[in-house]
Nanobody
């Protein structure tokens, strides 16, 4: 059974930083990453990483501000979020998939979500 544990959400003022962590267990994963959902909006891809080779991808809205990294030995991914904006306010979900690239197909595994609130 797959378990995903997220941590690191919270509240911060615009321009501040937060770091999200996600530890997954139960199997190995091809890719992991983060989606987010703001109030009244659909869930959207934020960032992803291929666990085997470290290839990364980002949504255009976060490029240059967010950095995703991984620890293969611990099946853990991190999202360093800098220069946060009020529009980054959302519930952030850790996601993973054992076979596919999370950006192109609906990820199979989802964490419970962690709230990120950025005030102006």
């Amino acid at each position: 059974q797959v378990h995903m544990v997220e941590s690191g959400g919270g509240s911060v003022q615009a321009g501040g930083s937060l770091r999200l962590s996600c530890a997954a267990s139960g199997r190995t994963f091809y890719s992991m990453g983060w989606f987010r959902q703001a109030p009244g909006k659909a869930r959207e891809f934020v960032a992803g990483v291929v666990m085997s080779d470290g290839y990364t991808a980002y949504a255009d809205s976060v490029k240059g501000r967010f950095t995703i990294s991984r620890d293969n030995t611990e099946n853990t991914v991190y999202l360093q979020m800098n220069s946060l904006k009020p529009e980054d306010t959302a519930v952030y979900y850790c996601v993973a998939d054992g076979i596919t690239w999370i950006k192109t197909g609906p990820p199979r595994y989802w964490g419970q979500g962690t709230q990120v609130t950025v005030s102006s």
